[in-house]
């Protein structure tokens, strides 16, 4: 039970912080490009990634590793609005800016997941 309520708070928070990232960045940069959902995605990836790197070492309870990755951050990123902004963009005649979303999702968040993994290494052995 106690999983389950920690998916429960988790998945709520990542949702709004989801809602919020994407609204500001909508708001910010307006178009027929989904910004939002590739800003969301691309910091989802940077975030795990620098959690990943944190904890690889360190003992952290299966408790607060399935609030953070499963509830919050599987809350927080949105493969499914990605899959549906892109075939959006292909429907309206926009195909350059699908292949792009496309690549832009999967190789940047990629990279980032990399990123965000040395990042939190080099952090961890300047702290240590």
């Keep these: 039970m106690t999983k389950i309520i920690l998916l429960l708070v988790g998945g709520a928070i990542g949702t709004l912080a989801r809602y919020a990232l994407s609204g500001l960045t909508r708001y910010h940069l307006d178009g027929t490009f989904p910004y939002g959902t590739l800003a969301v995605n691309l910091t989802g990836s940077l975030v795990i990634g620098l959690i990943w790197g944190l904890w690889e070492t360190t003992s ?8 953070m990755f499963i509830g919050i951050l599987g809350g927080f990123t949105t493969f499914s609005t990605y899959a ?3 075939i959006n963009l292909f429907r309206s005649g926009e195909e350059k800016m699908a292949v792009i979303n496309i690549l832009a999702n999967n ?7 990399f990123l965000g993994f040395i990042a939190a290494k080099g952090l961890l052995s300047i702290i240590r």
């Design 60 to 67: 952290i309870s299966i408790n607060i590793r399935t609030f």
């Design 107 to 113: 190789i940047l968040g990629l990279l980032l997941v």
């Design 84 to 86: 549906l902004e892109t």
